[in-house]
């Protein structure tokens, strides 16, 4: 039973549903081959709405050189599989040229028409035009009622705070460690895990929003996909910190600071203005005596200055929200 758990039900009624309207309505209005305004349908359903209208534009436009493209061939070489060819050839040339790929198969069905009918005429020609129209309508009405899933981006984009939570947590536990052993990058697997489906996630709601967009959604998963390349090199600079200078339990204080004041909508100004200070009392202290403090301190001070990046990138971001 385990398959059935991931069938999508709802989009397989959908489908039926778009399917048999276009049929019923090629059928009420007496057309030819009114099954194939259903395959239409069924062809022009899409996982968005903008998916679907792009595909409806796409499909439309292709369907327009068809019609010229065997006009031309019918008229010049007959009702006959030759002719049916040549036109296949070119409008698959055509369609491939141009992105309308997925035009090809369900154009071509509507012109075959013509060829078993061995007919061009207005009549045959408004059967296969209303077809088309009918079963596009109804793949686009079907869509329409595709929302945004504002509640599963919530969900997802907490889990990527909850993430760079543990990871900016686990920094200050080994900044404070000589040894680093077990100190491993895994954690940056799951966040970047968390993040595409996020992105994912964004990107679904972008498309599923013709009106009234807004790109918050889209520049929060942008904002934290830099600020996990930059916890990246902050990680790399934390392990190869051998010996703990004086400064290390102030920094890994500051670490635990970021974590206490994590939540969304925290501009992170303070945290900047702690940093700046942490920077000036840095410059004001002896110089290191050895090689090895000189390394670890020229590490630290590296180690901080990307964390002022990961935190500008959050400050950037909360303010133009808040602002606008």
Not at 112 to 128: A, D, I, K, P
Not at 155 to 182: C, F, P, Y
Not at 304 to 310: A, G, H, I, K, P
Request: overall charge neutral; glycine content about 4%; proline content about 1%.
């Amino acid at each position: 039973m385990r398959w059935i758990k991931g069938f999508n039900i709802v989009k397989a009624f959908k489908i039926a549903l778009a399917a048999v309207l276009s049929i019923l309505t090629a059928n009420l209005l007496g057309l030819k081959y009114a099954v194939t305004a259903g395959i239409i349908t069924v062809l022009s359903i899409q996982n968005t709405k903008r998916e679907t209208l792009k595909t409806a534009r796409n499909r439309g436009l292709a369907f327009l050189c068809a019609l010229i493209l065997a006009f031309l061939c019918y008229s010049f070489l007959g009702f006959c599989v030759g002719a049916f060819i040549v036109y296949l050839f070119l409008f698959a040339f055509l369609c491939l040229s141009a992105g309308w790929g997925e035009a090809i198969a369900m154009d071509s069905v509507l012109i075959s028409h013509f060829l078993t009918e061995q007919n061009f005429g207005r009549e045959m020609f408004g059967n296969e035009v209303l077809l088309f129209l009918i079963g596009t309508f109804f793949g686009i009405l079907i869509n329409l009622h595709l929302r945004k899933k504002e509640g599963e981006f919530d969900r997802l984009s907490v889990q990527v705070d909850d993430e760079i939570k543990g990871i900016v947590h686990r920094m200050a536990e080994n900044l404070r460690r000589e040894d680093k052993t077990g100190y491993n990058s895994d954690c940056f697997l799951r966040l970047e895990d968390k993040i595409r489906l996020a992105k994912e996630c964004a990107l679904r709601n972008w498309n599923n929003t013709l009106w009234s967009q807004s790109s918050y959604e889209m520049d929060y998963i942008k904002m934290r996909e830099n600020q996990s390349r930059v916890l990246r090199n902050i990680y790399d600079s934390i392990v190869r910190i051998r010996i703990l200078p004086t400064q290390i339990m102030q920094a890994a204080d500051f670490f635990e600071e970021i974590e206490a004041q994590y939540h969304r909508d925290n501009d992170v100004a303070e945290l900047l203005k702690i940093l700046e200070t942490m920077f000036a009392d840095m410059k004001q202290e002896t110089l290191p005596v050895s090689r090895e403090e000189f390394e670890a301190r020229a590490l630290l001070f590296y180690t901080l200055m990307q964390l002022e990046e990961f935190l500008t990138l959050k400050n950037r971001f909360v303010v133009k929200y808040r602002d606008s």
